[in-house]
């Protein structure tokens, strides 16, 4: 069978994730559907970020997710529930990235995992997160039924106690959020390190700076993913096969 460019995409976002070191060992996932459908590939059970090609990602055909929650060496039980559930009930969820990453988890265990607007990459966020802040446990089905009622019409959505989970119409606009995000949750927690005054802008700048993100006259993200392929098509384009 050929191998889309879609599962391109999605293996590139696997390996460069892998590179920033923002996955965690081979508990994350990230799916992606298919055109003008709610079935979608996805990392199977056991797999390392690093390693995966495009070959590698199971179809799961929403369907058959029944099926498939009984064959846990295939498809990782909380990726099939989170993925699956978000997928079906969330329709601008083309995509799905959930990873523990260093700084994005470290915001999740704060009291108040608010991210205020103190740089140009914090200010892409504001008040564009929605916040899952009722924690039961793994993403079993319950959890993950809480998680896509949660989200809304946002993109990112922050696990409390838990991690990121980034999304969007492509591969590219998703990576590109998880990436963005978690750069301006290494700003902020490290200026919270240094235990001084964080210069905060007024919600008209942050405001403005966050539609600015919005209204850029070039698809970033798309850019973002095309750059990213482009060094790995010389540096290990195993991930195409």
């Known amino acids: 069978m050929e191998i889309s460019e879609l599962q391109k995409d ?13 996955h965690e060992g081979i508990a994350n996932h990230f799916s992606v ?5 709610k079935d979608f590939y996805i990392n199977g059970s056991g797999m390392h970020f690093s390693t995966i090609k495009a070959s590698d990602l199971i179809l799961v055909e929403q369907s058959k997710i ?13 990726a ?8 079906k009930k969330v329709p601008h969820a083309k995509c799905i990235l959930h990873v523990h ?11 108040n995992p608010t991210l205020p607007p103190i740089d140009q990459n914090t200010m892409r966020f504001y008040n564009r997160i929605a916040v899952y802040d009722d924690f039961g446990g793994l993403g079993f089905e319950e959890e993950s039924n809480k998680m896509a ?19 969007g ?8 959020e998880l990436y963005y995000f978690e750069k301006a949750c290494e700003t902020y927690i490290t200026a ?36 990213i392929r482009l060094i790995l098509d010389k540096e290990d384009p195993s991930y195409k096969q």
């Open 10 to 22: 999605l293996a590139a976002a696997f390996r460069w994730t892998a590179k920033l070191n923002m």
């Open 33 to 37: 559907c298919m055109p003008n459908s």
């Open 66 to 78: 029944e099926e498939i929650k009984k064959k846990p060496g295939l498809v990782d039980p909380t």
């Open 80 to 87: 099939i529930n989170i993925h699956g559930t978000i997928h």
């Open 101 to 111: 990453s260093k700084y994005a988890t470290a915001l999740s265990v704060l009291k």
């Open 149 to 167: 009622a949660c989200i809304g019409n946002h993109s990112t959505l922050l696990l409390a106690n838990h991690g990121i989970l980034t999304t």
């Open 169 to 176: 119409q492509t591969v590219a606009q998703a990576f590109d």
């Open 192 to 227: 919270l390190s240094t235990n001084k005054e964080l210069k905060i802008v007024t919600p008209e700048v942050a405001e403005k700076t966050a539609q600015d993100w919005e209204n850029y006259p070039t698809g970033l993200g798309e850019l973002h993913l095309n750059a």
